[in-house]
């Protein structure tokens, strides 16, 4: 909704969405690209809806500028100024000035990532020049600006473009569960990671700037309090700061819910726990064997009912 405490042009104003200071004479926030004339609202369950960014939306780093064009498919179109630059994921590029300087951008632990399903190389481009990125699916660009020393935590993925200013780093999640599965008149175990073997980090080591990720559906935010803990489908998660741990967690219908499957039927859930924010989409995933019998996990809570 139009905010009527917007500021007048000229005079400045700070992102309710991510703290970014701005003059009032842009149409959008330049750090988030969040309109600067809607309000910010939360709900009684204390969740707020990430505003996305409107058509043409202009987001600032250093001497280069980011526009959001489209709101179905949106791109990332990129003016990288000299001296900038941005990596990326090689399948999410969509065109690019001949000027523009492009290469490979190793990345450590290259086996255990292969292992993952994960990239093993990233992509960088310098400017001068144009680039723009796009993930080919329906949902929103979301940017999440850092200022220097932040970080934040990030299902693989999901990554679309970051700035050269933010390291990049992953870790393993620790978040599995092992079911058997019956496969004609083999019985198997297998392995399943609901939010992925890996996570992906970043942080504004060497300075300010920004990462766009891509999610389906709409983007919810929750700031959760020290001790606060919040059950959601793993699947949901798009990113989280680093100060908020995850633990699996579990619930059995009891005899009477039989209808619905009784003690075969398992509802699998991510713990997380606070102090810190938390993004989850609203387009999500079903888990993986999430009704398979169940025969090892990593620490979680478990509750019957």
């Not at 080919?136 to 700035?163: F, I, N, Y």
């Not at 939010?195 to 504004?204: H, I, K, S």
Request: with cysteine; aromatic share 10%; hydrophobic share 40%.
């Amino acid at each position: 909704m139009a905010d009527q405490n917007a500021p007048a042009a000229g005079r400045t104003y700070t992102c309710p969405y991510c703290g970014a200071a701005g003059d009032g004479t842009a149409l959008s926030c330049p750090g988030c690209g969040s309109p600067i004339d809607v309000r910010s609202i939360v709900s009684p369950a204390h969740w707020s809806e990430a505003p996305g960014q409107k058509d043409m939306a202009k987001l600032k780093f250093g001497d280069s500028i980011c526009q959001i064009e489209g709101t179905y498919v949106p791109v990332a179109d990129l003016q990288l100024a000299a001296g900038d630059g941005v990596y990326f994921a090689h399948h999410v590029l969509l065109w690019m000035d001949g000027q523009v300087q492009v290469g490979a951008m190793p990345l450590k632990g290259a086996f255990k990532r292969m292992l993952a399903g994960m990239p093993i190389v990233m992509t960088e481009a310098k400017g001068p020049g144009r680039i723009a990125f796009s993930r080919d699916a329906p949902g929103e660009l979301l940017a999440l600006p850092l200022q220097k020393g932040d970080a934040v935590d990030v299902r693989e993925h999901l990554l679309v473009v970051a700035t050269h200013s933010v390291a990049y780093d992953w870790f393993q999640t620790n978040i599995w569960y092992k079911v058997r599965i019956q496969k004609g008149n083999e019985t198997e175990t297998e392995t399943f990671y609901p939010v992925g073997m890996l996570m992906d980090r970043f942080t504004a080591s060497a300075g300010p700037g920004f990462l766009l990720i891509h999610a389906s559906g709409n983007v919810f935010v929750r700031n959760l309090r020290q001790g606060e803990t919040i059950l959601i489908k793993p699947t949901s998660l798009l990113y989280k700061d680093p100060s908020v741990q995850m633990q699996l967690h579990f619930e059995h219908p009891s005899q009477t819910f039989s209808f619905f499957g009784g003690y075969g039927q398992r509802y699998t859930w991510l713990r997380l726990h606070g102090p810190g924010r938390v993004g989850v989409m609203s387009a999500f995933e079903p888990v993986e064997g999430e009704h398979a019998q169940l025969v090892g996990f990593s620490p979680a809570t478990e509750t019957r009912w």
